[in-house]
């Protein structure tokens, strides 16, 4: 079962240190396979908005991209993704970044156009394992900022426990923060529910099939999608990865 440290943190006033707590899952039974860090920001990685886009009669794979990184200049980027187009705000690796996966971004030229940077995928910003081209951010996102907080992504550690079958109490992150708690001698909390912004009374009829069957009462809540919000939009990373 995978746990986030954050969240742990929500219940208790944990340790923000990722090997101490790792260190006391293991002494209260919970066996810690692996440690991962996740939503570690890319520095040199920026907004940009696309502003324009052109095809080159000898790159048949590749694409130019003009971006801005909201200083009003015109940056050159080749790209080989075919998602994004005009007006798109996608993530810029400007020429001097280390990517997650160590590659170094220089200028480099196809059929000698320089390329000033990189445009990214969620792979390449380590956010994601699976895409289909470019992330493309909010179209109001502000522009030339990291985009890890255009997303919310927050840096965070993941922890993969080995849990036993005679230890369903700690099969959430509530238990497993309350035995944390305990161990490090703080306060159990919970979690810190927001507040529930209740709609006007509806009814809603209910038939019993079978009259002669006992039923003491009939209890339901129903929860519906404000019309404002349009269509439920796809899962944001940070959604993802508190889900």
């Known amino acids: 079962m995978r746990v986030l440290l954050s969240i742990l943190r929500e219940f208790a006033d944990l340790p923000n ?3 101490l707590v790792a260190t006391a899952l293991n002494s209260l039974g919970m066996a810690v396979e692996s440690i991962e860090e996740v939503g570690i920001p890319v520095p040199g990685v920026v907004t940009a908005r696309i502003v324009r886009t052109e095809r080159h009669p000898d790159a048949d ?9 909201g200083d009003g200049r015109e940056m050159h980027v080749w790209c080989g993704a075919t998602n994004m187009g005009a007006g798109d705000v996608v993530p810029l690796a400007t020429i001097g970044t280390t990517m997650p996966d160590g590659r170094g971004i220089a200028r480099r030229g196809i059929l ?19 895409s289909s081209g ?8 502000p522009l030339g900022v990291d985009p890890f907080v255009v997303l919310g992504i927050e840096h965070d550690v993941v922890f993969d ?3 036993t079958r005679n230890r369903p109490e700690c ?55 404000l019309p404002e919000l349009g269509a439920v939009a796809p899962r944001t990373p940070w959604n993802a990865k508190h889900q």
């Open 171 to 225: 099969w959430g992150h509530a238990g497993v923060a309350r035995d944390l708690a305990a161990h490090f001698h703080v306060a159990y909390r919970g979690p810190r529910l927001s507040s529930v912004k209740h709609g006007d009374a509806r009814s809603i009829p209910v038939t019993l099939s079978d009259p002669s069957r006992f039923c003491d009462g009939v209890v339901g809540r129903g929860c519906h999608f």
């Open 17 to 19: 240190d990722a090997d």
């Open 161 to 163: 426990l080995d849990l």
């Open 134 to 141: 470019l992330l493309i951010l909010p179209p109001n996102s």
């Open 112 to 130: 000698g156009i320089d390329s000033e940077g990189m445009l990214c995928s969620p792979i390449e910003l380590g956010i994601s394992t699976e």
């Open 61 to 69: 794979k590749v694409t130019r991209c003009f971006v801005d990184t």
